[in-house]
């Protein structure tokens, strides 16, 4: 094997003059040839000393030779197919891809995997694809890392009627998530969905944006479901909070309808973290349970809260305590995996000032509205540990309130990306979630600061995702990122574009990390990394629209097929 590695490097050509080889997120370590290679009419992928594989590795498999078969992309070149055609003529027959695990790596379904602890998780690959005989090999320490493997297997090929084709092979790839570095570690990277303002958006739009996750390997979900505005979670221990909190029946996620959509991403390698944020943003609780509820729906909004209608939880009653213990139990119980949130950002101090039960509460127990917000953080975050999960809390309660956590708690950062070193040197992990980079549904504007120096990467406005930089240098606390798709402006009519293929950058960000596969900087005054950027980002765009989901255009295509003539500068 080694010998053949060796023989191997000898003709491959590292890529940093064309990244032709289109993979999103761009594996940290990558070599292309430059043979055309062709998969056979009787292509098959093979698992390989496993026999009695996991039931989601062999559908893991089923469907990347299912989109193997469907997916339709030609290369973005003038002429498109045609312009291949002589290559394609004299391209080598790939016969088969045989996936196999390392000795001794323990053999566990790819759910399993993804709800470990984050500590535990192994996401590695290698993947060859040779150029002198007919079997390309998948290894790797996991199923996960195998399903990471056959995501990247199924980005290299284009399509001319029917065939599907190579133009760089020999092709090896070793890669891994770059923040997946230290210990503890959490994901690489996890999109923020929030379905508590407009409504809910249906279960089929959910698993349609999980498929799309996996295909740029995005690790995690992170489910902001109840807000102010509505409660559109069906709770076992509060049946009620729905039944009146939701906008409608009709908008309201079951039991079947949660473990539905879990499983779906356990099995794609998405884990689950649901936020149930509190004690703020909790209004809609009150249309089923008043009682626990300060200033709920108070005028005027803007004195009570960040966002109308106002309300939140009475944090000095001993009732709603024992109300909010409950809640988190029943819906951490119903949960696998070992994360959840108690949300915690924006609480309003007025709100509670001026309510007269949380006001003779404060003064019966002789205690303080600081000293009662930590009696409810360590209570929730409590019942998160109870149930075996690792619980998170947002940046506010640590850096505003100062509010102890518990060693293992993960801090949300999400107002600014300068809060991250504060909560970094308090030796705390974190998840990075700035507003001023990772925000998706910040405005759109195709042609902003496309220079070849420069690009900012086609993903518009100010928000500047694939131009962030997120670095190790605190010893200990690693992190990792999250693209928030907060739900004031979208809804299923709009999902799709605000969300793709934009967070496929922040993807890039925590997976690819600060170099590429050349070992160039990823970004830098003089690097050109924004111009491959782009074009490997189009032919995503590309490929999510062939296989149904609705990506936003990032260019005319008349620039599309001819990179760089619409720069800035060009």
């Not at 997976?511 to 032919?539: F, I, Q, V």
Request: hydrophobic share 40%; charged share 20%.
């Amino acid at each position: 094997m080694a010998a053949h590695i060796l023989r191997a490097l000898a003709c491959l050509v590292v890529v940093f003059l064309s990244y032709a080889v289109a993979i999103w997120p761009i594996p940290r370590t990558l070599l292309t040839g430059t043979s055309p290679a062709k998969l056979s009419p009787n292509f098959g992928i093979n698992l390989h000393g496993l026999p009695s594989p996991p039931a989601d590795v062999v559908a893991a498999i089923s469907r990347t030779q299912s989109r193997l078969r469907s997916d339709s992309l030609e290369r973005l070149v003038l002429g498109r197919g045609s312009a291949d055609v002589q290559e394609i003529g004299r391209a080598r027959l790939l016969t088969s891809l045989t996936a196999t695990l390392r000795p001794g790596s323990p053999v566990e379904s790819i759910a399993e995997e993804t709800t470990a602890a984050i500590d535990s998780k192994d996401e590695s690959y290698e993947l060859s694809i040779p150029d002198d005989r007919g079997v390309a090999t998948l290894v790797a320490n996991s199923s996960l890392g195998l399903l990471r493997g056959l995501t990247t297997f199924e980005q290299l090929w284009y399509d001319h009627k029917g065939t599907k084709y190579t133009l760089e092979a020999p092709i090896h790839i070793l890669d891994e998530p770059a923040f997946l570095v230290s210990i503890p570690r959490p994901a690489a990277a996890k999109l923020k969905a929030n379905s508590g303002m407009n409504g809910s958006f249906p279960v089929a739009d959910i698993l349609r944006t999980l498929d799309a996750m996996s295909w740029v390997k995005l690790s995690i979900l992170y489910w902001h479901v109840i807000d102010s505005q509505s409660f559109p979670l069906e709770v076992g221990a509060f049946p009620e909070l729905s039944e009146k909190g939701a906008y409608s029946a009709e908008e309201v996620y079951t039991r079947t309808d949660v473990q539905r959509i879990v499983k779906y991403a356990n099995e794609r390698g998405i884990d689950v973290v649901m936020e149930l944020d509190s004690p703020g943003h909790t209004t809609a609780i009150s249309a089923a349970h008043p009682e626990h509820v300060a200033c709920a729906a108070k005028s005027p909004w803007s004195k009570y809260a960040s966002e109308p209608p106002a309300g939140q939880l009475r944090i000095a009653s001993r009732s709603t305590l024992s109300f909010a213990r409950t809640l988190f139990s029943s819906v951490a119980a119903a949960l696998p995996g070992t994360m959840m949130s108690s949300g915690g950002d924006e609480v309003n101090l007025p709100c509670w000032e001026e309510d007269e039960e949380t006001v003779a509460d404060l003064a019966r127990r002789n205690i303080t509205i600081a000293d009662a917000l930590n009696e409810f953080v360590q209570t929730v975050q409590g019942v998160i540990k109870e149930h075996g999960k690792t619980p998170f809390i947002k940046s506010d309660m640590v850096l505003t309130h100062d509010v102890p956590v518990l060693d293992d708690t993960v801090v949300v950062v999400w107002q600014t990306s300068e809060d991250a070193a504060a909560v970094a040197n308090r030796r705390l992990r974190l998840i990075h979630q700035p507003s001023n980079y990772f925000y998706l549904a910040y405005s759109f504007d195709p042609f902003a600061n496309l220079t070849a120096a420069q690009h900012a990467l086609v993903l518009g406005g100010q928000d500047s995702l694939l131009v962030a930089r997120p670095t190790s240098a605190h010893e200990g606390p690693p992190f990792s990122g999250q693209m928030p798709l907060w739900s004031e402006q979208s809804s299923p009519e709009n999902l799709d574009p605000i969300v793709w293929p934009r967070l496929a950058a922040g993807a890039e960000v925590f997976w690819t990390g600060a170099t590429l596969p050349n070992g160039s900087p990823r970004l830098g005054a003089n690097a050109t990394s924004g111009t491959h950027a782009l074009a490997r980002l189009h032919e995503l765009r590309y490929r999510l629209v062939d296989r149904g989901v609705k990506a936003i255009a990032l260019q005319p295509k008349w620039c599309v097929l001819r990179p760089g003539e619409c720069d800035l500068d060009s």
